[in-house]
């Protein structure tokens, strides 16, 4: 959803906003439904503040064992100053403050929320996907779930670094 910031003043304004986002980002696929409470405020000329709260209900695979349909929530609040601009080149003006939010500049007094929620959505993902926090991933070595199997190769594999070459031999 675009949101003309022509308009806004230093009232805090406030919006609602729902976005379904999918990606797939190094072979992982997740589609995101997001609820966001946003509020935006004119802070001084040329210059807005938004504050945003967003859940999300995302839906992707393990990484370990390759699941489908893995769900999990995920929240997270964010914090924007946009400036109306050019972005001033790094040098004399640079201030290295740590700021707790994110800065960003733009041509056109317009947000894209699909935008801001993507990113934020992506900041909010765990590390990694998972079934289980136990989930016990495929068998490196023959490759079934140990979710669902168990398998001798770790067994035979720790008898000897060797015994592997075995098994394979048999087959
Ligand atoms: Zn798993
Ligand atoms: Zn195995």
């Known amino acids: 959803m675009k949101k003309d910031l022509t308009g806004i003043t230093a009232k805090e304004y406030t919006f609602n906003t729902e976005e379904d986002i999918c990606f797939s980002d190094e072979g992982v696929e997740l589609c995101a439904k997001i609820v966001a409470k946003c509020a ?3 802070q001084k000329k040329g210059v807005y503040k938004l ?3 967003l859940k999300a209900k995302v839906t992707g695979s393990c990484e370990r064992c390759g ?5 999990f929530d995920v929240a997270r609040r964010f914090n924007y100053q946009y400036i109306l601009g050019e972005e001033p080149s790094l040098g004399s003006e640079h201030e290295c403050r740590v700021e707790d939010y994110d800065r960003v500049y733009l041509t056109d007094p317009v947000i894209e929320s699909s935008d801001v929620l993507s990113e934020q959505l992506v900041l909010a993902l765990p590390g990694q996907i998972l079934c289980d926090d136990n989930c016990k991933g495929l068998c490196p ?3 079934i ?3 669902l199997e168990s398998c001798v190769c770790k067994e035979t594999h720790k008898g000897s670094p060797f015994a592997i070459l075995n098994t394979l031999q048999k087959n």
């Open 141 to 143: 070595l023959c490759g």
């Open 145 to 147: 779930n140990q979710n």
């Open 51 to 53: 504050f945003g709260d």
């Open 67 to 71: 699941k489908q349909q893995v769900h």
């Open 40 to 42: 935006i405020h004119l």
